[in-house]
């Protein structure tokens, strides 16, 4: 069964305090890993696509990298703007996206 | 472009009341799905439309219909609401052959009491 994990729950750092936040996933024929921020009280915004074990994206502070079990999103240097819950999907066939639980981010100023 | 829009915001049933709420896109797109969200759970997919005319179900599309008559709009009735459903509820659409790129609305708290 596809199924996405992700880890942990929540994360409060400090201002500045890199960090990584991990997805691992189990799906037969991967046909993409996704990435979404969710602000409090609004809709997941859609951050990076990822296809193969090697990618790496990069955004700002974020950077999106996939193996062939897990992705892993890396918060550098991460200001309090960046506090959010981070999502993470992958497509099950072509029409279905299947969500991880989400990590709660907090930055502290 | 105002992307996609949901209404209600809010809502609140009695147990066995029906209703339906409301998603508009207007990003011409052909994708459009339905997701709720419920505390530990993530999201997920109840209801999704390739199109107009073509729906199919989610992970969880037990108590609720869809159905796609204009590419623009792809609301969700439930039919007799229960305590269960209380959620929030989140319209998306996408491009066609992009599900996993997906816009999402505001979203709809619904309190089932």
């Known amino acids: 069964e596809d199924q996405v994990t992700q880890s942990p729950e929540a994360l409060r750092l400090q201002e500045g305090e890199s960090s990584s936040l991990n997805c691992s996933y189990t799906?037969?024929?991967?046909?993409?890993l996704f990435w979404y921020r969710q602000d409090p009280g609004k809709g997941p915004e859609f951050l990076f696509t990822?296809?193969?074990a090697g990618e790496e994206k990069e955004k700002e502070r974020l950077k999106a990298t996939l193996t062939k079990k897990e992705s892993f999103l890396h918060i550098t240097a991460p200001k309090p703007e960046d506090s959010a819950t981070y999502l993470c999907a992958v497509l099950k066939g072509a029409q279905k996206l299947v969500f991880g639980q989400g990590t709660r981010l907090t930055i502290n100023p | 472009n105002a992307g996609v829009t949901q209404t209600p915001k809010f809502q609140v049933l009695k147990t066995g009341q029906s209703m339906t709420l409301q998603c508009a896109q207007d990003m011409n797109h052909e994708y459009m799905s339905w997701y709720r969200q419920d505390p530990g759970m993530g999201l997920r997919l109840i209801h999704y439309s390739v199109g107009a005319g073509i729906t199919d179900q989610g992970e969880v599309p037990n108590g609720y219909n869809v159905s796609r008559s204009t590419t623009e709009d792809f609301p969700l009735r439930l039919l007799s609401a229960a305590p269960s459903q209380t959620s929030v509820y989140f319209c998306?659409?996408?491009?066609?052959?992009?599900?996993?790129?997906?816009?999402f609305g505001p979203g709809t708290r619904l309190t089932v009491t």
């Open positions: 998306a659409s996408s491009y066609s052959g992009q599900a996993g790129k997906q816009y």
């Open positions: 990822l296809y193969s």
């Open positions: 799906v037969s024929g991967l046909r993409g």
